[in-house]
């Protein structure tokens, strides 16, 4: 998929899109699934996901709204990741099975992870 292609899919005001849209534009790379699966098994993933990161007080911008999406969608969907360089934010799209339109977005920090103690 052309990254202009992507980029024109991420018409939404909401924050994820927002901040999918400027990470694209700033040049992150991105890569889109072949394959194809259904929504349910991402929502579920993605509801489990959202309830642990919750349970360490993070609310992830969009992810919510994404798993309601995908289970009302109810369609088989196309993943999309954006990866910035400096890998401190995880952009996931959950795109049309023929990746014309978006069905949700949502992105958070990735979590820095504590370096090991000596041993």
């Given at each position: 998929?052309?990254?202009?292609?992507?980029?024109?899919?991420?018409?939404?005001?909401?924050?994820?899109?927002?901040i999918a849209l400027a990470?694209?534009?700033?040049?992150?790379?991105?890569?889109?699934?072949?394959?194809?699966?259904?929504?349910?098994?991402?929502?579920?993933?993605?509801?489990?996901?959202?309830?642990?990161m919750r349970m360490r007080?993070?609310?992830?911008?969009?992810?919510?709204?994404?798993?309601?999406?995908?289970?009302?969608?109810?369609?088989?969907?196309?993943?999309?990741?954006?990866?910035?360089?400096?890998?401190?934010?995880?952009?996931?799209?959950?795109?049309?099975?023929?990746?014309?339109?978006?069905?949700?977005?949502a992105s958070w920090p990735?979590?820095?992870?504590?370096?090991?103690?000596?041993?």
């Amino acid at each position: 998929m052309e990254r202009q292609a992507l980029e024109a899919l991420l018409i939404g005001d909401d924050e994820a899109s927002a901040i999918a849209l400027a990470a694209l534009r700033r040049g992150a790379s991105y890569s889109v699934e072949e394959r194809v699966q259904p929504t349910g098994a991402h929502a579920g993933v993605f509801s489990r996901r959202l309830q642990r990161m919750r349970m360490r007080g993070f609310e992830p911008p969009g992810l919510e709204r994404a798993v309601q999406l995908i289970r009302d969608y109810d369609r088989p969907v196309r993943t999309a990741l954006i990866d910035l360089e400096s890998r401190t934010q995880f952009t996931l799209l959950f795109l049309t099975e023929d990746a014309s339109a978006l069905v949700a977005c949502a992105s958070w920090p990735v979590p820095l992870v504590a370096s090991k103690p000596p041993l």
